[in-house]
DNA sequence: AAATCATTTCCATAATTATCGAAATATTAT
DNA sequence: ATAATATTTCGATAATTATGGAAATGATTT
């Protein structure tokens, strides 16, 4: 029973950078780019170890490698490790990290595929199932209880897409949002 | 054989974040305080398990517990998360991870001893064989080769402890730097 | 003091991950 | 082509980590 589970990237990012061979790694690469027998000399493993983790940290968007001749010279994606870091200091990515509580591993893949790093919706899902997985996502930016003027609604539904006029018509529709009187009031419809 | 291995705190950090569920909890807990059964409901593991990971996040410093009544609340540390993630923006800290590779077992133990969380020195060790451990990881500051005028050797030195005197008399005392002239240039030794 | 309750600790097991040697692949040199 | 070389893939094993049930702990209530 494989778990072919698809981990989301924040947590590629943690797993890749928990292994101390890895950080090694990274610190040596952070110097100069250099070839996996090099890296595999200097922190006394086998080639084949090595390269084991080289192909972890890529996956992770960590490193990336060249070919020279034999060799295939890996370096650091010094920026890639910036950019991660610098998402973790957004309180909205935090927050964010319930959303797998609740969602399963089906919906997980949904979300992945259809949104982008930053938690913007890249397209919109044509199948009907897999709307509703996005619309169930964005919907959790309202508080429930709570009542939202038009403005503020599309201030908020622009964060995860520019077609606003359309998320919040979905959102009507699959009954995940209330609306009263004409260009009048919204609020999040409770979910159980 | 175990392995009591004390580790680093970067690895540590790393490690316990490195979870799916850990990340669930970490994600709850950015909403609201929470005791453990409820953490333990809400993502489906049963209580000894989640308490272990409570405890993981608890050593890398990233949740901590107040005691109500029979519960155990559980908070989110958000600025040791945001601490960790500005860190890693520094080059600095990223070329440190370089040092894990030469120093053994006993040396990192010392250094991870004597040294607080940015890579400076706490306190000089007494004991000889510790202080060397501490100089050898200072004076990787220097480019082997280069040649360094006093003021910027202090200037290097003030990065690691204020007492910039001491430590350039001990890189002088224990050969890992030399030094020419009256108040003249500095330069490293090379090890090998 | 006894009973109850939430949590932790202990212990055993399941699952994942790291590791290496050997074989396969791909590239350059002869 | 053949040989040499660096890397990757494969297969198997060792090491680490996650997990939950049961017992122990510590606090609160009766």
Redesign the pocket.
């Known amino acids: 029973m494989a778990?072919q589970e698809q981990e989301f990237e924040l947590l590629g990012f943690f797993?890749a950078l928990?292994?101390e061979?890895r950080l090694k790694i990274i610190g040596l690469l952070a110097q100069q780019p250099r070839?996996?027998?090099e890296l595999s000399a200097a922190i006394g493993?086998?080639?084949?170890?090595t390269?084991?983790?080289?192909?972890?940290l890529a996956k992770a968007s960590l490193v990336s490698?060249r070919?020279d001749?034999?060799?295939?010279i890996y370096s650091l994606h010094t920026d890639a490790l910036k950019e991660m870091s610098q998402r973790l200091l957004q309180d909205e990515q935090i927050r964010q990290l319930s959303e797998l509580v609740n969602s399963d591993a089906t919906d997980r893949k949904v979300l992945s595929s259809f949104l982008d790093g930053e938690g913007r919706i890249k397209t919109f899902p044509a199948q009907d199932k897999k709307l509703q997985v996005i619309l169930r996502y964005v919907v959790k930016a309202f508080e429930p209880g709570q009542r939202y003027p038009e403005k503020q609604v599309n201030e908020i539904l622009l964060r995860f897409n520019e077609d606003k006029a359309f998320l919040r018509r979905s959102l009507i529709e699959y009954r995940l949002m209330g609306r009263e009187g004409g260009g009048g009031e919204y609020w999040r419809i409770d979910p159980d």
């Open positions: 778990t797993k928990a292994d061979n070839s996996v027998e493993l086998g080639m084949s170890t390269s084991h983790h080289l192909e972890r490698a070919t001749g034999h060799y295939h």
